[in-house]
């Protein structure tokens, strides 16, 4: 999922990637701020979001809307049953820009790449645990 992310941000797509600046997982956020520095450097645009976010949502050039409760890491595709909608509509995907997307993004800090070696190397660890996590 992060290498398709990064891939479309370089051929040109507009992303942005909603993540809690204090998630309620210190491992999760650690494993998932390893990606950042790639990510950023594709141009992906990573906004830290105040609080917890639980909201599993996204909108393809503004036509379609997919949301549901599917987290999209290995644990939970291969264990629980998730449901998502995929809705085709330009209207849907508009108001979800009014009233999450543009909000959100208002309150958001930039994201941030792990800085220095220790902060690195926890993210590192993490990573590769993380289809444990």
């Known amino acids: 999922m992060i290498r398709r992310i990064e891939q479309a941000a370089r051929r040109g ?41 639980h909201a599993k949502a996204f909108v393809r050039d503004g036509e379609e809307v997919l949301a549901g409760t599917c987290n999209l890491e290995a644990w939970s595709l291969r264990r629980f049953f998730e449901i998502d909608l995929l809705v085709r509509s330009v209207d849907l995907a508009a108001r979800f820009e009014q009233r999450f997307s543009s909000p959100a993004e208002a309150v958001s800090s930039p994201g941030r790449r792990p800085t220095g070696a220790s902060d690195r190397a926890r993210s ?10």
């Open 13 to 53: 797509a507009r992303v942005r990637l909603f993540v809690p600046a204090n998630a309620n997982n210190w491992a999760c956020a650690a494993a998932q701020r390893f990606h950042h520095g790639a990510l950023l450097d594709a141009g992906v645009r990573i906004l830290e979001y105040p609080t917890m976010l």
């Open 124 to 133: 590192a660890a993490f990573a590769l645990l993380s289809p444990l996590l």
